[in-house]
């Protein structure tokens, strides 16, 4: 079931008031039925593929629980059972026709190679693997009991506010909030539902209608001129950060009405002043996920430089490869694990400049912001592209367009209106205002808590949604991009 | 003021603005409606109680019968209520609607729409412009497939994204609509010549005829409820349906009879050269040659009628438009 979608306005207060009427002891084995039935609702049969996922790590965990006397090579077998068994079923859904049609054009074979298969990929698949290979990683390292109820843990793995697009949540800090018996607390609502809004306000106003732009020029990049693909790919830039951090807040939102308070998945990664500190507010969980369980156990940052650079690379080329199937998104991860290794050559250069520059200058930020920010920008474009030759044209005519001629822009034959580019801008400009607040949960608790504020600011938003907002007829339905992964 | 009545105030307040905008919404970024049919704004706009005789179908109906040529030859009032592919149910909610404020003595009520299909493809516009009630949501799930009801109990779904071509004084736009000076007519000049074509069969596995049925019954039952007296009739075409079709017109209406005027399309003088917009609607010459016919056929029998207190003024002008048709809204 998709966020922006009637049966989801649906779903959730149904569901809602169900939980809430129901007695405490029924009211998880709930969830877990509404969870399945959310998920069901896209392909009913690939419930039952997450279903073994979650028998497999609950089984393996409790397994390494009662082997924690047995002796550490037990415990390693679970371990690697578990992850051989999820990583299979990962690889085989996700990876397999990447890896054939890959073989096959690298032996030149057109036919009679690997063949491919007719296989549809699980939504939220790389999510929910992540998040229950992690709870495993936990227990074998003793960071966590086992959890013994089947019910809570598999509610852990499949709850639906989470489930499809993350954040990919720690088992230590969701299965404690499941165990409670919540109450509805009616003053907790507004702030929920003025996250939930701002989410569908970044779906439904900024990041579906940039996709139009989007769409078309990465479509058929030869089509346009320079300035016209700069623009496309800043334009994707701010789609895909609207698009999977709308994911988040309805995400937290519909967590939180639960009583369930999900992690936060970014912290304005605009502003981020250097590749480095991107990573730490850019997609938060899954950053988190692979210091925790890659980057720091292949060393971290405690080894030589070039052995730091090979683990910052391998990191990044998992992170590209995570994101999809296809060599765009493992070039993408190299791009950023390459903006990390340089970063991490030029540290003496930096440290000398700033001795010499103040680094928390204003100016100086601005430039390192701006800066940070076009290296984001030009990333994307590979992410984004539906191939490496049309990445590579795309930051090509990008790059020259200020030779090529800026000018006329002809944005408006990108798709959208004039009234509508200048509508979603205006909405981007509140959008980083809004980012750019030290402490947004903070903002949002104070607005919340004032009768009228709160009132206006949700007005505010429905309207937005009801009239700028791309949805209707006659409009495709836009997916959240992260459902693909 | 106290935390929880302020609470309350202000929800109240919220829940009113949203109520209120979503009206504005859907009322501003509607099209306007004057032409093909569906023009219920206008509609509204004919004095209470004015009509003699009401014409309800589809575009067969709205291309062929011209109210301002039936009052020059009778002096009696009509009207035109029919939307493109009017389905039979959409014509049963039609009715009910517009007599909310007509109380007319006859309707003739074309029955083509026996053989239309379950669901319009034209019900966004059918029902779109429905007034809002309990006739508009039955119409709606009545004759709307599925997948368009949601844009019709919701009109911003479907106009929402017209503000981006509206100009500025469209955002204020007042209700000072005028009555339609056609009465529900719809001027079309062009003339195609035609030919007589095969009379037209129809696989009724294909359509909704069991749907059909229900609600031709249902209009019939409404028509004695309230005492009019029906006339259901099949407009003159270059692709008639067959006798067999007809026939099957002619079980569902048992005593009322069907008028099938096909069969006088001689004597109502259509030349088939100059007087017919394509094959089954008539262009302007045509619709006052069936219009004169109608009046001839039916108007000693609407003198009868009581005599009800109508706007002249419109009245006349409507008379005068026939013989000017281009110097107005066409």
């Known amino acids: ?485 | 003021m106290k935390r929880k009545t302020k609470e309350t105030v202000a929800l109240l307040l919220s829940l009113a603005i949203l109520a209120g905008g979503c009206w504005y919404i859907s009322r501003m970024f509607m099209p306007d409606r004057t032409f093909y049919g569906a023009g219920w704004s206008m509609y509204r706009q004919e004095k209470r109680d004015s009509v003699d005789v009401m014409f309800v179908g589809s575009s067969f109906v709205y291309c062929d019968v011209i109210p301002g040529k039936l009052y020059a030859d009778t002096g009696r009032t009509s009207y035109v209520v029919s939307a493109p592919v009017c389905t039979m149910a959409t014509s049963y909610y039609y009715i009910r609607e517009a007599l909310r404020t007509q109380s007319p003595e006859q309707i003739f009520l074309e029955v083509s729409s026996m053989f239309f299909d379950e669901y319009s493809q034209y019900a966004d516009v059918a029902v779109g412009y429905m007034p809002w009630g309990v006739n508009r949501l039955g119409a709606i799930f009545a004759s709307a497939a599925p997948e368009s009801r949601f844009g019709l109990l919701f009109p911003p779904y479907s106009y929402h994204q017209r503000w981006q071509e509206m100009e500025l004084p469209a955002f204020f736009k007042r209700g000072d609509e005028t009555p339609d000076p056609w009465a529900g007519y719809m001027y079309l000049k062009e003339a195609k010549p035609m030919e007589l074509a095969q009379a037209e069969t129809v696989e009724l596995e294909s359509i909704s005829f069991e749907k059909n049925c229900r609600y031709l019954q249902k209009i019939v039952e409404l028509c004695k409820e309230r005492s009019i007296s029906l006339v259901c009739f099949m407009s003159p075409s270059c692709r008639p349906y067959g006798e067999a079709e007809l026939e099957l017109i002619r079980e569902q209406l048992g005593d009322a009879g069907l008028r099938d005027f096909n069969e006088d399309i001689e004597e109502i003088g259509l030349d088939l050269t100059t007087d017919f917009y394509d094959e089954r609607h008539l262009n302007f010459s045509g619709a006052m040659k069936f219009s004169a016919f109608l009046a001839e056929e039916y108007g000693e029998s609407w003198q009868s009628l009581p005599r009800r207190d109508f706007d002249g003024e419109l009245w006349s002008a409507r008379a005068d438009k026939i013989l000017a048709p281009d110097g107005g809204d066409a």
């Open chain 1, 1 to 485: 079931m998709n966020f922006n979608s009637l049966e989801y306005m649906l779903f959730l207060p149904v569901t809602l008031a169900l939980y809430y009427a129901l007695p405490g002891r029924v009211r998880n084995p709930f969830l877990l039925a509404a969870s399945y039935f959310f998920y069901m609702w896209w392909e009913p049969a690939y419930a039952l593929l997450m279903l073994f996922s979650t028998a497999v790590t609950y089984g393996c965990a409790l397994a390494m629980g009662s082997a924690r006397e047995g002796g550490a090579h037990r415990r390693r077998a679970w371990l690697v059972l578990c992850l051989a068994v999820n990583l299979a079923i990962l690889f085989f859904f996700k990876y397999y026709n990447f890896l054939a049609s890959s073989v096959n054009s690298l032996l030149g074979r057109s036919s009679g190679g690997l063949p491919a298969l007719d296989i549809l990929l699980p939504v939220g698949i790389s999510f929910y693997t992540f998040q229950a290979l992690g709870y495993t990683v936990d227990v074998y390292r003793g960071e966590l009991e086992p959890e013994r109820s089947f019910i809570d843990y598999a509610l852990f793995v499949s709850f639906f506010p989470q489930l499809v697009a993350g954040p990919i949540e720690r088992a230590g800090n969701i299965l404690p909030q499941l165990k409670k018996r919540h109450r509805l607390e009616i003053r907790n609502l507004p702030g929920s539902v003025l996250l939930i809004l701002i989410g569908f306000c970044k779906k439904m106003v900024i990041a579906d209608n940039l996709a139009v732009v989007v769409n078309g020029a990465f479509a058929d990049p030869s089509a346009y001129t320079g300035a016209q693909l700069a623009f496309a790919s800043l334009c994707f830039t701010f789609q895909i950060y609207c698009d999977f951090s709308a994911y988040t807040d309805i995400a937290r939102g519909s967590a939180r009405l639960f009583g369930v308070s999900v992690m936060e998945n970014f912290r304005a990664p605009f502003f981020a002043e250097s590749i480095r500190d991107f990573w730490r507010r850019w997609h938060i969980s899954l950053s988190g996920w692979f210091r925790s369980y890659v980057y720091i156990p292949l060393g971290g940052s405690r080894v030589g430089k070039w052995r730091r650079i090979f683990n910052l690379m391998v990191v990044f080329l998992l992170s590209g490869l995570w994101h999809g199937a296809a060599w765009t998104f493992v070039l993408w991860g190299a791009v950023h694990g390459l903006y990390q290794a340089v970063g991490v050559l030029l540290d003496p250069v930096r440290e000398r400049l700033y001795m010499a520059v103040p680094k928390n200058a204003p100016a100086v930020r601005a430039v390192r912001i701006l800066f940070t920010f076009t290296l984001v920008c030009a990333a994307f474009v590979v992410f984004r592209a539906e191939s490496i030759a049309d990445a590579v044209y795309i930051l090509k005519s990008a790059a020259l367009a200020p030779f090529t001629g800026l000018f006329p822009l002809a944005f408006g034959a990108m798709g959208l209106t004039r009234r509508m580019l200048v509508v979603v801008a205006l909405h981007v400009v509140l959008l980083l205002t809004y980012d750019g607040l030290r402490d947004k949960e903070a903002f949002l608790g104070r607005v919340s808590s004032t009768v009228w504020q709160k009132y206006a600011l949700g007005l505010f938003l429905i309207f937005s949604i009801l009239i700028f907002g791309s949805y209707g007829k006659e409009v495709p339905r836009q997916v959240f991009v992260y459902f693909q992964f």
